[in-house]
Each structure stands twice: as structure tokens, then as C-alpha cells.
């Protein structure tokens, strides 16, 4: 989704029945599939080059919530608890709002961790603390129930909302490849 000096781009990851997301989820890859960081930073890449001068934002949605199962890695003296969900909120989020000492390079009980998640981007070190400013990683994500909104409001809602599900499921699976769309060419193909 585009602004005039902002990119949003999504990668949603969701779970029938929702769960744990791991730290091992988020680095690792699957088959020929790379690891949903190195998804990220690829995207977060590939649209800095195509939009010079905006600020791209990639976000990470999932139903499921951070893990306090896993053992992340840690250095001689881990911090305490050392899973995913403490991670985030004792690393991620104050490096993620630009807060110093938090992120990769800064001394820290999770500096094996950033190690581990930047080795996985396949990120730079010089292009790492701009990135995790630009990544953010929503988990928990509850949808919207249709049940929430009142009377005639929830009918238009289900019916809009299938009908922009249908048009960007066969936009995706256009032979076209059709990877961008301007809000003219989207409100033309919905009929809006």
C-alpha cells in the first residue's frame, strides 16, 4: 500500500486455529522457501530500490502469538527468560522504535540472538538497524468479525470485504504477473 512518501508492504501468516510462533518460525526456512526474515528483508529491499525516497514499511501479520516455549540463542550469560516473546519485547520492540543500545552490534544478553535473525535476513550489518525500524511484526492479529458490526453496516462489510478478497485472488493468479496497482487501477477493478 503506497503514500506519497510511504510503502506498506504485508506478509500475513496465519494459523487455522492460531498458537505459538517461534523465533525458529521467523528464521527458518522451508524446502526452497526462505526464512519469512529473509522474505522480509528481500522484499524490504527490492521496493527501496523501486521507490527511492519513500519509507518502506514491511509488516509481518500473524494470528498466532510469540512463543514462550522456545530456547533462543544466547551468549555466556543469557538473559532470563530467553524465548521469543522476551525477546520481543525486551529487544525487538525498543530497537524497532529507534530506542539506541537495542539493537545488532550493541552490547546486550541477546546479542547472539540479533546475530542469529541478522545472519537469517541475509542482511548487512550497515543495512540491519535500518531495517528493523522498518519491520514490523504484528502478532496476535484478531480479524475483524463480521458480528462486530451493526445491522445493514455488516452486510456491505462481508460483501465488500469478499469482493476484495476475489479480486486480489485473481489478480495474484493473472498470467500477467501483476505485482502493482495504482488505487485508480484497483477501484477500476472492483468496479468502484
Known amino acids: 500500500i503506497g503514500t506519497e512518501s510511504r510503502v506498506d508492504a504485508f506478509q500475513v501468516k496465519s494459523s487455522l486455529y492460531g498458537g505459538n510462533f517461534s523465533f525458529s518460525d521467523l528464521t527458518r526456512g522451508t524446502g526452497s522457501e526462505p526464512s519469512l526474515i529473509a522474505q522480509l528483508a528481500d522484499g524490504w529491499r527490492r521496493l527501496r530500490v523501486v521507490r527511492p525516497g519513500y519509507r518502506i514499511v514491511v509488516h509481518l501479520i500473524s494470528n498466532q502469538i510469540p512463543s514462550v516455549a522456545d530456547h533462543l540463542p544466547a551468549d555466556a550469560s543469557p538473559p532470563s527468560p530467553r524465548h521469543f516473546s522476551a525477546f520481543l519485547e525486551q529487544a525487538w520492540k525498543p530497537a524497532h522504535a529507534g530506542l539506541s543500545g537495542y539493537g545488532f552490534g550493541q552490547p ?77 487501477q484497483l477501484l477500476v477493478g472492483l468496479e468502484w
Open 108 to 184: 546486550s544478553a541477546w546479542a547472539h540472538t540479533w546475530e542469529s535473525l541478522r545472519t537469517s535476513s541475509g542482511l548487512l550489518k550497515e543495512e540491519w538497524e535500518a531495517f528493523i525500524r522498518d519491520c514490523e511484526l504484528e502478532f496476535g492479529h484478531q480479524e475483524l468479525a463480521a458480528e462486530e458490526i451493526a445491522g445493514l453496516a455488516r452486510e456491505i462489510f462481508r460483501t465488500d470485504l469478499d469482493h476484495i478478497f476475489q479480486f486480489l485472488l485473481k489478480t495474484v493468479a493473472d498470467p500477467k504477473k501483476i505485482i502493482e496497482l495504482t488505487r485508480d
